[in-house]
């Protein structure tokens, strides 16, 4: 099992990036995914999360209209679009999969998620 995010970056304040997550191992469509983020000395925060057919959708608070989660299953692969990039989105970035039987929807609490992947640095300054 393995999840590889990519995209992340130095970027300026109002900027965007667009983040990957390819997944392998295992049967990506059988799974719900999700974002989270780790900012120095915080907790592993949940950012959106995406069920495994698309049909619902969660983001957190803060990112609601900034950014977009979605997957593409033929791809095994998910994205998070972020735009309007503040200071306070700077963080690790993870992704993560849960199987999608057995939890309720949505799930936020980071040992809801049984894979991750190793993160992808977003640095948001000028």
């Known amino acids: 099992v393995q999840l590889v995010e990519s995209g992340g970056n130095l970027v300026q304040p109002g900027g965007s990036l667009r983040l990957s997550c390819t997944a392998s191992g295992f049967t990506f469509n059988n799974y719900n995914m999700a974002w989270f983020r780790e900012a120095p000395g915080k907790e592993r925060d949940v950012v959106a999360a995406i069920k495994w057919s698309s049909a619902d959708i969660y983001y957190a608070d803060s990112v609601k209209g900034r950014f977009t989660i979605s997957r593409d299953n033929a791809k095994n692969t998910m994205y998070l679009q972020m735009n309007s990039l503040k200071p306070e989105d700077t963080a690790a970035y993870y992704c993560?999969?849960?199987?999608?039987?057995?939890?309720?929807?949505?799930?936020?609490?980071?040992?809801?998620?049984?894979?991750w992947g190793q993160g992808t640095q977003v640095t948001v300054s000028s």
């Open positions: 993560a999969a849960q199987f999608k039987f057995g939890y309720l929807w949505p799930s936020i609490p980071s040992r809801k998620y049984s894979h």
